[in-house]
């Protein structure tokens, strides 16, 4: 008992610059690993910067030689092996010709992962209850009726907005582009047009030469039109598009 209270007086964060391993399930195939620092750290969470764009609500694995008096498991590992649950995201605004940083907030929920998760790494999730370790467990994101009002009250605007889609491969490098337009948009999201393969979860950036604007987004869904021309469904996820 006396290590778990003094890791419970340590509720501050702390700066330590540690060097963290993350690893990210985008969609069922797809997965990345990014090497990176910490920017601070208590015993239930971090801040980090990440090259590769994430959402709110989304599962990570952290490698971290983390100090053990900040751990809840694991004491005697040489690398601390926790899951954390993304909480904030802020992308920064890049110097020409420099790439994207995304500041991220994440919270450790564990030191495994929901079975809901190995069905689908898309799956997002919010804080459940405390775990017998004292960590915060996850559950499912669930629209509630707010959230579903919200998206209904979304006014979509039926024009063609030339967009350039870019998807990224492990080392966050752009993997495929197209050129295209949407079918429909609205500030928190779009139907665009594509003949790329895409799975539910991908993260994208869209950019568009009209709006002289690039965005992040988060793949939704897929459908077919009348022409049967694809298309996908996208929710932005660093900002709104400015309509």
Known sequence: MAETRNWKRIRERLELKLPVRVRCREAVGVEWNEVTRLIDVTPFGAGLTLK????KGRLLHMTIPMP??????DHVEDQYRVWALVRHVKANSPAPGSA???EVGVAFVGKRPPHSYEENPARRYEIGPLTTQQLNAVEEWIPTEKNVDDNRNQTRHNIPVDMVIESFNEKGEVEESEQTVTENISEKGAAIFTTLTLPVGRFIRLSSEQFKLSVYAAIRGHSVGPAGVPRIHVEFIDREWPL
Do not use: K, S, T, Y
């Not at 590769?52 to 959402?55: D, T």
């Not at 053990?68 to 498991?73: D, P, T, Y």
């Open 68 to 73: 053990r008096q900040l751990r809840v498991f």
């Open 52 to 55: 590769h764009p994430i959402e």
């Open 100 to 102: 994207p940083l995304f």
